[in-house]
């Protein structure tokens, strides 16, 4: 049974790479140093790419920051590279994560932007990523269709490096589809390629498909010592995936060989390495490794539990080729077992998703894309020779001066279609403008509808408070004022005396509500007086301690503006009031020339201990309203030192009051 090649760092190498840890860290340092001298420019969004890069896995969560830091940034200066290289980087992460299917819908927005600015190179790394993406959740002709794609524009380029590297992949489409020759074929073929050049790295890549071949076609011997120099390789370069990958393929040997107890202990080992490298789609495989040869080994029950762990993650991962094997290894331990009825189920699930996966049409039709491309290929080389003729007999005729004076002719007649294009290109560009101005235009029309909306219920909401709920609490306190008065005895009455503070606390938290829901203040004295007491207000009635800070002088807006930035402080406030256990928080306000930011944190517990609160509808809600008014939010929720919201806002194509 074959099984992908697994990406992870086992412990047991890790002396071997302490030099390589350190380069490592200190090429980190160097980047954090290069990040604080860099001004806001394309630099500055290339070193957060790098570092971003650099961070991964071992801090992801501060990847992440890093890459979405550049992300914001190259919107704040148009850098449209820099959008579609984000996506690139920001991959790894999802990888991490199993989120293959959103993964490959940044890259094909990544690949529009490509396009767009013709940038061959990038758009060649593109069509090579969504290969990777689409054999990862088992769609090979998908996956196949990509890598033909990236061999098509690195044989317009000459970029021999980046046909070798898809040559590897192609090997491993094949190889999964079980046509295991031609994987080989291509497998020595990109080995060749490497070696003449003394790549080590894409030696090692060839040699894993190579090994992983000769392993399906039961030349086990042969399997061994390839795996043997993929180890070898992986150590001399530094690289310890390599050197896992051929471990775990050296088990998938000895399992072969009828070695299970062998086998089980290098799987034991895998399986030990993804509790510190958390990887949920190598540890499918690994599950199933192991669930395979306890099942091997008799031991039922065992296996059993992992096989159901790996079918669990396969359909949480969308890992359609470990889940028909899954299906498969299941149906025969049930058989086993004596279970015939649950095997039979599960024997036609395997047969299914086989037929889906790995059927006849889906070989077909990767056969038929490499076929397209080999005659592409004879076509191109063919025209390539034809015009090579064509120039000869072109330098031989420009000694002709009429042939001379015919392309000056020429030339001059192409000057006004030249010039027809570039206006009817300028006039495309200003009409694309015009229509993402129209979009922006009513997305904030939308929200603001809704907003408005918004504001007219909490409006009705506050003169029911004031004039229904606080005009019965004045009537009380009148009527037992009155009471007071008639009977002087209630007046020394311990039990009357506090009711009466009680019913004063409620008038006066019902007013206080009341001017939360429709907020007269702040069309009055503007955000910066508002907010501000606000924060008083919601200090005084509760058990935290809110300071607000107003830095710079900031201006007047339009009321639409500065209601909606009053509702997105307010939601934070509630948030730290309802989740956070927080004792105390600051809010920061800061106007710039042409940037409004706001910093609101608070000293609680954060998102560690509250997973939910990362996807719930309301965090969703806010990015998504605060995008629509020009903004950026991030959210960090490091351990230990609560949570820190930071929201800035680009106001130079906000319409500022008079």
Same mark, same amino acid.
């Given at each position: ?25 200190? $090429? ?87 396009? $767009? ?28 269709? @990509? ?119 290098l799987f034991r080992e895998a399986e ?12 499918? =495989? ?21 096989? =159901? ?44 998703? $086989? ?34 003729v064509a120039t000869i007999n072109l ?56 907003? @408005? ?44 005396? $506090? ?40 200090? #005084? ?32 406030? =509630? ?47 806010? #990015? ?27 106001i130079i194509p906000m319409q500022l009051?008079?």
């Open positions: 049974m074959y099984r992908k090649l697994l990406l992870v760092i086992p412990a047991l190498i890790i002396p071997l790479l302490l030099t390589a840890a350190a380069q490592a860290l200190s $090429h980190k340092d160097s980047l954090y140093q290069r990040l604080d001298k860099l001004p806001p420019n394309i630099e500055r969004v290339n070193t957060y790419l790098a570092l971003g890069e650099a961070l991964v896995p071992d801090s992801v969560q501060k990847a992440e920051k890093m890459m979405k830091d550049a992300l914001a940034l190259s919107i704040q200066l148009g850098y449209q590279k820099g959008v579609a290289d984000f996506t690139m980087y920001y991959m790894y992460i999802q990888d991490l994560k199993g989120e293959y299917m959103q993964s490959l819908y940044l890259l094909q927005q990544a690949e529009k932007i490509y396009s $767009h600015l013709k940038d061959t190179t990038s758009l060649m790394n593109v069509h090579n990523f969504m290969g990777n993406e689409f054999q990862q959740v088992g769609n090979f002709k998908a996956a196949a269709d @990509q890598y033909m794609a990236t061999l098509e524009l690195a044989d317009i380029r000459g970029d021999s490096m980046q046909a070798n590297k898809i040559t590897i992949n192609l090997s491993s489409v094949f190889i999964l589809l079980g046509d295991y020759h031609k994987g080989l074929e291509y497998a020595k073929k990109a080995y060749q390629f490497a070696e003449q050049r003394k790549h080590k790295w894409r030696m090692a890549s060839a040699l894993n498909c190579m090994g992983a071949a000769l392993l399906q076609l039961k030349q086990h011997d042969q399997a061994n010592k390839i795996f043997t120099q993929v180890i070898q390789l992986g150590r001399e370069v530094g690289d310890s995936i390599f050197v896992l990958n051929g471990t775990i393929n050296m088990a998938s040997v000895l399992s072969c060989k009828g070695d299970h107890k062998s086998s089980l202990e030990a390495i993804t509790k510190a490298y958390p990887a949920p789609d190598k540890l499918i =495989n690994i599950l199933l490794g192991i669930g395979n040869e306890l099942f091997l080994s008799g031991k039922y029950v065992a296996a059993e539990e992992y096989i =159901n762990k790996s079918i669990s993650l396969s359909k949480i991962y969308l890992a359609g080729n470990e889940l028909h094997q899954a299906y498969l290894v299941a149906s025969d331990l049930k058989a086993a077992t004596g279970k015939p009825a649950e095997a039979l189920a599960l024997r036609k699930q395997y047969e299914k998703l $086989h037929d889906s996966l790995l059927g006849n049409t889906t070989r077909s039709s990767v056969q038929q894309l490499e076929s397209r491309y080999a005659t592409a290929r004879n076509d191109k080389n063919l025209t390539e020779k034809k015009l090579q330098e031989l005729h420009r000694k002709n001066k009429w042939i001379l004076y015919g392309m000056v002719g020429f030339i001059l007649l192409m000057i006004p279609a030249i010039i027809y294009w570039l206006k009817l290109r300028h006039r495309h560009r200003l009409q694309l403008q015009q229509l993402q101005t129209m979009e922006a235009e009513r997305t904030v029309q939308v929200l603001e509808a809704m907003m @408005q909306g918004e504001e007219r219920e909490r409006t009705r909401l506050s003169k029911d408070l004031h004039d229904g709920v606080g005009g019965l609490l004045s009537a009380v306190k009148l009527h037992f004022s009155a009471l007071r008065h008639e009977r002087p005895y209630l007046k020394e009455d311990p039990g009357f005396l $506090h009711a009466m503070g009680i019913l004063d606390d409620a008038v006066v938290e019902v007013r206080k509500t009341a001017h939360n829901l429709m907020p007269e203040i702040l069309s009055r004295v503007g955000l910066s007086e508002a907010l501000g007491f606000y924060c008083r207000n919601v200090s #005084h009635s509760r058990k935290l301690l809110i300071t607000y800070e107003s830095t710079g002088q900031v201006r007047r807006y339009n009321a639409s503006f500065e209601l909606s930035v009053y509702r997105i402080v307010q939601e934070l406030i =509630n948030n730290i009031i309802k989740h956070s256990r927080a004792s105390a928080a600051l809010v920061q306000l800061v106007q710039e020339e042409h940037t409004l930011s706001i910093q609101v944190e608070d000293n609680g517990i954060g998102f560690q201990h509250q997973p939910e609160l990362h996807q719930g509808m309301g965090l969703r809600n806010l #990015h998504t309203r605060i995008k629509a008014l020009n903004g950026n939010l991030d959210i960090d929720a490091s351990a230990g030192r609560g949570t820190t919201a930071y929201i800035a806002f680009n009051a008079k």
